[in-house]
């Protein structure tokens, strides 16, 4: 998968590949239109191209939403706990241990004894 997030600003003839590169005036219109809906974007997904979130088949969301959120946590990915849906020794296994144990003891405890 391939994801890369690109930023044009044009602005009176000149493009910017950053924010940060605006000059402090622009800077302030910048943020000021970022904040409402002035801003205009396009979503490209695996080559497939929408003008926004809303058009999106619902697969293509939940992969679009799931690498947000990743993004958003700093590339952090948590992985869901599924429970245990069976114990993780059985009834036999934890006897055989048990009785593995108690032959041990009552070896060193007869050796101890000599």
């Not at 990915?77 to 003891?105: D, F, G, H, Y």
């Amino acid at each position: 998968m391939n994801i890369r997030f690109k930023t044009k600003i044009r602005y009176d003839g000149r493009e910017y590949s950053d924010p940060s590169e605006l000059p402090a005036d622009v800077r302030a219109a910048y943020d000021k239109a970022m904040a409402g809906d002035a801003a205009q974007t396009k979503v490209v997904v695996n080559g497939q191209e929408f003008a926004n979130q809303n058009e999106m088949p619902d697969d293509v969301r939940k992969l679009y939403d799931d690498v947000l959120s990743v993004i958003e946590n700093n590339g952090e990915v948590t992985l869901p706990v599924a429970p245990r849906s069976e114990p993780l020794i059985t009834k036999r296994q934890l006897e055989m241990i048990l009785l593995l144990v108690a032959s041990a003891i009552f070896g060193a405890w007869l050796f101890v004894a000599k």
